[in-house]
């Protein structure tokens, strides 16, 4: 089992790893300097072991030690574990970590653009998503619903923050994704070349309606690879996106609506395109 600490000394490195993770900005440079991600509740924590992710350290709640038992009995011996009080984890934190337990993991190295393109068919695309709670719902959603990877653009929120990965229940870590250098293009033609049609999911004035291009789709049994691309929770894509995708498909809205979340717009069109 790993090493438990109940009375860290002060100022202790490791421990520092868990300091205000409520600061994005201090956030971004501690974990760029140490090469870590922060896993929050027991189920990240898990997947983050299960595909093979290095522990730098756990922090829990120490009344939670005996039910994270088999959770501890995994990780290597010298993996410290700082067991404390609640109000102590909430001074360290910045916020009260109702799930009892976080883990500092090393991060996995990123996978090129053209491996999760490879073996693909159906591709989840994200323009200027910078909300780290939808990116990690669209995680959540493309990985339920079929997808069989995601391509971030060079502004999209970082997938391994803290929220992400809690928002996605940990599918980021078991997804395919990568990040863009340049966006639209050329990643637009490189996947037109490949074999995908681009769709643009955006309010058009031609854009085609959802269920009838997937209606029209399922009925001809097309097998042809598909990427849905999404654009920020404001504004929508940009222009140039859509003018340079193969075609713009919209959800139909009632009354007075006229869109839907961002993150709840991709799992609709997941469900009614993706889905085996």
């Known amino acids: 089992m790993a090493t438990l600490v109940t009375h860290p000394e002060p100022g202790d490195p490791t421990l520092q790893l868990f300091t205000e993770l409520t600061n994005r900005q201090l956030r971004r440079s ?4 140490h ?16 595909v093979g992710l290095a522990p730098v350290a756990l922090l829990i709640a120490r009344r939670r030690v005996e039910a994270l038992r088999d959770l501890l009995d995994r990780l290597p ?13 909430a001074g360290i934190t910045g916020y009260r970590v109702h799930r009892g337990v976080l883990g500092a993991f090393a991060r996995p190295t990123p996978r090129e653009v053209a491996d999760v393109v490879a073996g693909a068919s159906k591709l989840c695309v994200l323009e200027a998503s910078v909300d780290a ?3 990690g719902a669209i995680f959540r ?32 870590l078991e997804l395919p994704w990568a990040r863009l250098a340049r966006w639209p293009e050329p990643a637009i ?10 769709a643009s999911c955006a309010l058009s004035p031609t854009a085609l309606d959802l269920a009838d291009y997937a209606r029209a789709r399922r009925e001809s049994g097309a097998e042809e690879r598909l990427a849905l691309v999404f654009g920020t929770e404001g504004e929508g894509l ?13 959800i139909p809205m009632a009354r007075t609506v006229d869109s839907l979340n961002v993150a709840s717009a991709a799992s609709v069109f997941f469900w009614e395109l993706f889905r085996r």
């Open 141 to 172: 959603s493309a990985a339920a619903l079929g997808a069989d990877g995601v391509l971030i653009d060079p502004t999209c929120a970082d997938p391994l923050e803290r929220r992400c990965l809690r928002t996605s229940m940990g599918c980021v």
């Open 189 to 198: 033609s490189k996947l037109r070349e490949t074999g995908f049609t681009v």
């Open 30 to 33: 501690l974990e760029a300097d």
């Open 35 to 50: 090469g870590v991600l922060i896993a929050e509740s027991m189920l990240v924590v898990e997947k983050a072991l299960d």
């Open 238 to 250: 940009a222009a140039g996106t859509i003018a340079a995708s193969d075609l713009a498909l919209r």
């Open 77 to 89: 011996e010298a993996t410290p574990v700082y067991a404390l009080e609640d109000d102590v984890v």
């Open 133 to 135: 709670t939808n990116v």
